[in-house]
């Protein structure tokens, strides 16, 4: 059974930095498309970034398209989410989330961090 164990998420003021890191246990995330999805509360989630294998394919939402930065080491079986130049809008809860068929696919999610950016 695959766990994912996001960290990293706190509270930084507008225009600083985190880095947040979903690591996997129970099988190795190799094979598999990764995500980060943000959820707002009262609203829809949204899919932030997608990396494929071996990082081939990245998507990022418009929103934080040069900002952010998805990166995956398989053979630490993590996944990051380098976030820069944080904006309050920014504030959400982040799920990583695995694919197993296709990228931004969601077939297993984490617990959750929470990111805050704030004055």
């Known amino acids: 059974q695959l766990q994912l164990v996001e960290s990293g998420g706190g509270l930084v003021q507008p225009g600083g930095s985190l880095r947040l890191s979903c690591a996997a246990s129970g099988r190795t995330l190799e094979p598999y498309f990764l995500a980060w999805i943000r959820q707002i509360p009262g609203q829809e989630r949204e899919v932030v970034s997608c990396v494929g294998h071996s990082e081939r394919s990245t998507y990022y939402t418009d929103s934080v398209k040069g900002r952010f930065t998805i990166s995956r080491d398989d053979a630490k079986n993590t996944v990051y989410l380098q976030m820069n130049s944080l904006k309050p809008e920014d504030t959400a809860v982040y799920y990583c989330?695995?694919?197993?068929?296709?990228?931004?696919?969601?077939?297993?999610w984490g617990q959750g961090t929470q990111v805050t950016v704030s004055s």
């Open positions: 989330a695995v694919g197993l068929w296709t990228l931004c696919g969601s077939d297993y």
